[in-house]
């Protein structure tokens, strides 16, 4: 919940630059002061420089590939709407990784796709489609799907990298491979007449952004290595809180009853197909349990009646001669 919440920070203080800053220039210049921090946590922990098997050098690359395109098509999305309507539209990413998860390895349940479908049709209506959801509006609703798309399969290579690849450096790895993709994307721009001119209020708001942005690059690759997928996704749902917060403070958008509708739907199916899941891990979890238990007890002796018979003749007998063994000895005592 703190890495969302950092990342709603950065989020808000870059629409705010990019009301006066082009989209690449603010990503490129944040980009410059984050990827200094980061790299400083990783190399402070001795994990910047650690060596990857060639399968997880693969897997970082294609996940810095995926992290620049979901960074980008953020961006795009909330230059052009609210920030509620695209993290509403980003809430179905859960469901998404879910669905993933399950496809890499197990059985889809029809009550999964179902849930899934459900939770799309929240995003259309949020997107309101032949309504005022035209425009600008529109388009911002097509980059966030595109984002929660990105963000699915993004989180989903994290999750396949072995546990000696350090999340630090995965994240000092993303971060610049943003940042070199905005600074080639604003090549032309830095190359007109304009150039690269922030002003020093700018700078001040994006030396914040990425500050929030460094600790939330950190956060969101230990949560998905570190959590259990049916633990970890629910707290995504707290990005529509954040998002909601910073847009009616900072930029005066109060969410309409569309936005508020599709957020319940939206919501309402990944919390229900999030706890199905965790039910079936749990059940599954304790199955295998009981069957180690059973494997690993002591097989049970079985006794006929015959032989339960002769020990209880025989206990009798027993007891009478050590008896006389005693009074014998106590004789020769005396």
Known sequence: MASLGAFACNDAIVKHVMLTLPEVQAVFLRGLLAVP??????AYRRELFTPAAPRDRRL???????????????????????????????????????????????????????????????????????????????????????????????DLLARRLGRRVPSTQVAALSAAAVTVSAGVASLPQIASASG???????????????????????????????????????????????????????????????????????????????SREQRRQGGAAAAAAQHATRESSPPLVEVDDVACDELSEEEPRSRDSVEAALVDSGKGCR
């Open 196 to 274: 690269l001119q922030p002003t020093p209020r700018e700078l001040v708001l994006l030396c914040a952004a990425s500050l929030f942005v460094a600790a939330a690059l950190v956060g969101s690759v230990l949560q998905m290595r570190l959590g259990a997928t049916g633990f970890v996704q629910p707290f995504r749902y707290s990005f529509i809180l954040w998002a909601t917060l910073f847009d009616v403070a900072l930029f005066g958008d109060w969410p309409d009853p569309w936005t508020l509708l599709g957020a319940c739907i939206v919501v309402g199916c990944g919390v229900a197909s999030l």
């Open 37 to 42: 921090l980061v790299s400083a946590l990783s």
């Open 60 to 154: 970082i690359a294609v996940r810095c590939v995926m992290d620049a395109a979901n960074s980008f098509s953020f961006l795009a999305a909330i230059h052009r709407g609210p920030m509620a309507d695209v993290a509403v539209v980003l809430a179905v990413q859960p469901l998404l990784v879910m669905l993933g998860a399950r496809v890499l390895g197990e059985r889809i349940e029809p009550v999964q796709w179902a849930l899934a479908f459900v939770g799309l049709l929240g995003v259309v209506v949020v997107s309101r489609p032949g309504g005022h959801g035209a425009g600008a509006r529109g388009s911002s609703i097509l980059f966030a799907a595109a984002c929660a798309v990105l963000g699915s399969i993004r």
